[in-house]
């Protein structure tokens, strides 16, 4: 996958604000479906990327980095290439660098985190802890600038003093970054406390670069045209929208909000067809449903321990059968053309991996924290494992389980992940094995 421009506008702009486990690909993708111009992904640590394997995943048709634990970290489609801005947390040039060039050819830029104020982040010297080394901020930007070919762009918060704010945007205007973020807030400040729209206002009347401005959501933006007066009262060029997109992504609709039903189904359809990790799913869900977690639905969503629970709560059991069957059987098919599939992959010589043996294990049915089928751990305990298998079988046997009399598929639907994770594995991997070719 290439990008084909290198240059992204950041000019007059709706943007998904990056939020951790809230900016995975389904929540990219409906915010995009929904009117949002740039999407931004959560920020991902720099020795966690530099940790990651890019890898084609042909089953999803997706763009994978996967962590040495077999979990994907990043994962981004084409459809999002252009507009994805991928934003990581560091504290080292020479770091963020390696992993912007890890992946500028999936992404559409590159964003640091300048104003993450939690202790996980400040205390490695990321985030908010940047602001106050200027020197360091230079030198990130500078190295990410010259060293990369995509756009570059900070998100930052205001200082106590709008002098030193001021001062802070213009040298890190000078570094040549393509646009910046500014959340109207100090680093001391939660969300309840005023967004100062007069700081960002400031801020983008001395810059030349495209001002973005954030923290708006609650006081200020509750729907679309809320976006607009935003923008006009802080002058800047676009803005950037966290929580009341997380509360509902429809909010980029010029047309107004969509009803939450919709929306939560829409979402999980794409978490299906994606395979977002359940957790994950029921986490955005959770966000989106806020006061209503005591009704009957959420209260079935908070039980739900599978993306085909999450599914059912929500009148979507058919879809989630007929997704995960399709996935099934294009990874049949992708495996039937490949001679060899429980072999070691190829040697990497490009940093991508197209063969199917190489998919994540997620494909299937983990997503992000799931784990790849040939995943070298799978392999080694390949013979412990088929002892396992046909014990698990003999106890399974029996009239009362929950696998017993049912195709390998249906086997996996009554499992559930959290108790029989390493078995189900195992099963997925027999089962892959046997496919018809
Ligand atoms: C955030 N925020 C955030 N910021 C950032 O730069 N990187 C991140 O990964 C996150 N993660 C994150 C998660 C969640 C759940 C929330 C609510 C927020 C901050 C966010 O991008 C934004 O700056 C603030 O929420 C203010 O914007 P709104 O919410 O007023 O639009």
């Known amino acids: 996958m290439m990008v084909n421009s290198l240059s992204l506008c950041y000019h007059n702009k709706l943007i998904l604000a990056p939020m951790v486990r809230v900016g995975t690909l389904p929540m990219r993708l409906l915010a995009l479906d929904y009117g949002a111009d740039i999407v931004y992904c959560e920020e991902l640590i720099d020795l966690k990327m530099l940790q990651c394997k890019r890898v084609v995943n042909d089953v999803l048709s ?32 020479e770091r963020a660098l390696a992993v912007a060039r890890l992946v500028e050819n999936d992404v559409a830029g590159i964003d ?3 104003g993450c104020p939690k202790e996980y982040s400040t205390k490695g010297g990321m985030g908010a802890a940047l602001l106050s080394d200027p020197d360091k901020i230079e030198k990130i930007l500078s190295t990410l600038v010259k060293g990369t070919r995509r756009p570059v762009t900070c998100k930052i918060r205001i200082l106590p003093s709008l002098e030193d704010t001021l001062s802070l945007v213009k040298r890190i205007e000078r570094t040549g970054i393509a646009a910046i973020a500014v959340h109207g807030r100090t680093r001391e400040e939660r969300p309840q406390h005023p967004v100062s729209c ?55 609709l010029k047309e107004g909000l969509r009803p939450l039903q919709e929306v939560m189904q829409k979402y999980i359809r794409y978490a299906v067809q ?4 359940y957790t994950n799913t029921k986490y955005c869900l959770c966000q989106m449903l806020r006061e209503q977690l005591e009704s009957p639905q959420g ?10 629970e999450i599914c059912e709560a929500f009148g979507l059991g058919a879809f989630y059968e007929e997704t995960t069957r399709e996935l099934d ?18 040697e990497d010589t490009s940093g991508e ?37 046909v014990l698990l ?40 094995r046997r496919a018809p070719r």
């Open 62 to 93: 997706t763009v994978d980095f996967v962590a040495p634990d077999d979990r994907v970290v990043f994962r981004t489609c084409e459809r999002e290439q252009s507009r994805v801005i991928f934003q990581m947390g560091t504290s080292d040039a």
């Open 112 to 114: 640091v985190n300048m």
């Open 198 to 252: 007069e700081a960002i206002k400031a801020i983008a009347e001395i810059l030349s670069v495209p001002v973005i401005a954030n923290g708006g959501s609650h006081d200020h933006i509750q729907e679309y045209l809320d976006i607009q007066d935003f923008r006009q009262a802080t002058a800047a060029s676009s803005v950037m929208v966290a929580r009341a997109a997380m509360w509902n992504p429809s909010i980029f």
């Open 274 to 277: 994606y395979d977002n990790h």
């Open 299 to 308: 209260k079935l969503l908070h039980a739900a321990q599978s993306s085909r």
């Open 329 to 346: 059987a294009r990874r049949a098919e992708l495996l039937a053309k490949t001679p060899g599939e429980v072999e070691e992959p190829a």
């Open 353 to 389: 991996h197209t063969h199917p043996r190489s998919l994540p294990r997620c494909a299937c049915w983990s997503g992000a924290g799931g784990r790849s089928w040939h995943s070298p751990c799978m392999k080694r305990f390949n013979a412990p494992w088929i002892a396992f298998s």
């Open 393 to 432: 079988s003999l106890l399974l046997s029996k009239s009362t389980s929950p696998l017993c009399g049912t195709s390998p598929r249906n086997w996996r639907s009554r499992l559930r992940p959290s108790s029989v994770c390493g078995a189900r594995a195992f099963l997925r991997v027999d089962w892959v």
